[in-house]
């Protein structure tokens, strides 16, 4: 699997979905939002609430040392296994990380790659 999981800090849920509403369009009936189109999607974004129970307890603890906190929300992007998606990532990151603070981390065919404002 290719996924991006962005921890944001300061970011409340409510400023999240509007940034996202106007950067990718409407949430899917699923709660997903398709980017860069519901017909054509490479990018499949959602929230995501399990990072405390699947992180193992070291890889948690990172996460709350390089954000100093813990996040106040976490998204992921999981890619198409259709195309390389790379520039869909390389836009989604950068966009991310103008609009909020926070710590990317890209698991791409395990490699893993780290991207913070």
Sequence with gaps: ???VFGHLKN????EVIEW?????GMR??????????EKTPVL???FYHDYQTEFESEDYQ???SKLGNKPSITIVADVSGR???ITEVKLFIIELLKQFD?????????????FRK
């Design 20 to 24: 996202l509403t106007s950067f990718v």
């Design 28 to 37: 899917s009936a699923d709660g997903m939002w398709r980017y860069p189109n």
């Design 44 to 46: 499949y974004i959602e």
């Design 102 to 114: 926070g710590w990317l981390l890209m698991i791409i065919q395990s490699i893993i790659g780290e």
């Design 62 to 64: 990172n996460l709350l």
């Design 83 to 85: 195309v390389p998606g």
């Design 1 to 3: 699997m290719r996924s």
């Design 11 to 14: 970011a409340p849920e409510e």
